[in-house]
């Protein structure tokens, strides 16, 4: 599970559907999101979100570009509405010379003022900086003895900048820079900052995460921001989700508890593709399945307590056009939830959306009866893991539990699909002996499908 350690919520660019995008959150593998405010209102409104929902943690503060009409009596606001336990830093607060909103002399006295504030409630500060790198540091090193720890949100130094923050006991927070394709300092900040400073972030709604940049960010992408992280230092996002959400608890001294609310990943996003987990059911029990050694893909725990419902999915989709695709691909064999998965097809074919299933094609040998047509016209692709050549490989592999029939019925499934779904794949993968791969291919070719033979390791494609 992810925490952002930033996202403004209380944007109004959240305002159309705030409830529902916070309450899926949870189920889009997003477990806890802190909620900084940048005026006294929006401090208000940071608090009041973390009061409605389990999940959302407050930080009260004001932005540097707001600084000019700040008053004395906000401190004291401050203070008070500081006092609240789900506050946990005085935050966003720092220096934005980049664009000068407020005077800098200005600027700088609100910074300190603020720095105090924190001091007296004994809570870590959330620092913006955006081009006032030597003021920032100069400031911070000046009140080094007040500050009870603090983040360098969005963090945008160099590697050199970052060891001076690091010296004084901060935490850097990458965002989505770090996944644009332009991408330098955050890149190199990314690859050698100690793993136990690093938290990770949104900044929703603004700075959203490679492919989706220009659309309107949520916490949900921060995933994202993790799966480039793991990708820069060649380690498992699993790592950089779990250390990144323990960080965030041991800087702002939360005491994370999971509560009654459904924690379920139902869907996830990987690359520019939405996956949809359905089903933890199998009628196999693969040697090879992914399900055997680990908890999930891309950082997402994969483990359902519950199944969700058809409504549910389609809530948690969205705007299913800015998805490549939308795949029915979890820890288990979508087909199973025949009923949900027509039924969010067709939301997502209704927006426009393109739909594939990932599936071990038993789905005729489990219903009782030919489904392939109920495909025609909101399934796009379905892929089907042929995994072996023959049915006696097939079963040794596979254990299906419809015996050596599930072969057969798996490549009549792929015949009956072909009369509805425009585009039919057998897939192996290439740790398949070269004459097995081959006969494989021959036998979609005699089927009229097409073939494709799948990386090992591509997780997301394990069903
Ligand atoms: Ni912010």
Not at 134 to 154: F, Q, R, S, W, Y
């Amino acid at each position: 599970m992810f925490f952002d350690s930033h996202a403004h919520l209380d944007d109004i660019k959240f305002e159309e559907d705030r409830d529902v995008l916070i309450r899926g959150l949870l189920n889009r593998g997003v477990a806890c999101v802190i909620n900084p405010g940048d005026t006294i209102e929006s401090s208000r409104a940071a608090i009041e979100l973390a009061k409605s929902y389990p999940h959302i943690y407050a930080a009260v503060g004001i932005h540097p570009h707001n600084v000019e009409s700040m008053l004395d009596s906000h401190i004291e606001e401050l203070e008070q509405m500081a006092s609240y336990e789900k506050v946990v830093a005085i935050g966003e607060i720092g220096l934005d010379y980049y664009y000068d909103n407020s005077p800098r002399d200005v600027q700088k006295r609100r910074f300190v003022d603020q720095i105090e504030l924190a001091s007296r409630v004994g809570l870590p500060i959330i620092v913006h900086n955006r081009d006032a790198h030597a003021d920032t540091l100069d400031i911070i090193v000046e009140n080094i003895d007040k500050i009870p720890g603090g983040v360098m949100h969005c963090f945008s130094g160099s590697v050199e900048m970052m060891r001076e923050f690091l010296e004084l006991g901060f935490y850097i927070s990458l965002g989505g820079p770090v996944t644009f394709k332009n991408a330098k300092r955050p890149i190199e900040v990314a690859r050698e900052v100690p793993l136990d400073r690093l938290l990770i972030e949104t900044d929703s709604p603004y700075l959203t995460p490679h492919p989706f940049r220009g659309r309107r960010n949520d916490p949900g992408y921060v995933p994202l921001v993790a799966q480039k992280i793991a990708e820069i230092r060649g380690i498992p996002v699993e790592e950089v989700a779990m250390v990144t959400f323990q960080n965030t608890l041991n800087l702002f001294n939360i005491k994370y508890e999971r509560d009654g609310s459904s924690m379920d990943t139902f869907v996830y996003v990987l690359g520019d593709a939405l996956y949809i987990n359905l089903t933890n059911r199998c009628t196999n029990r693969c040697d090879f399945c992914i399900r055997n050694e680990n908890a999930g893909v891309g950082g997402y725990n994969l483990w359902l307590e519950r199944e969700p419902t058809a409504q549910e999915v389609i809530d948690l989709i969205g705007d299913a056009s800015r998805y490549s695709e939308v795949i029915f691909c979890g820890y288990g064999e979508p087909t199973i939830k025949l009923d949900e998965l027509i039924e969010i097809a067709k939301a997502v074919k209704a927006q426009g959306g393109k739909t594939r299933i990932n599936t071990n094609g038993q789905a005729n040998l489990y219903h009782g009866e030919n489904i392939a047509p109920r495909f025609e016209g909101i399934i796009d692709t379905v892929s089907i893991s042929l995994n072996a050549p023959t049915k006696e490989e097939y079963q040794k592999l596979c254990r299906s539990e419809y015996g050596e029939d599930a072969f057969c019925g798996m490549l009549e499934f792929a015949k009956a699909c072909r009369e509805y779904v425009p585009n039919v794949v057998l897939s192996v993968v290439d740790i398949l002996p070269p004459d097995k791969i081959e006969a494989s291919k021959r036998i979609a070719e005699d089927l009229g499908v097409g073939f494709r033979v799948r990386k090992f390791v591509e997780k997301q494609d394990m069903a």
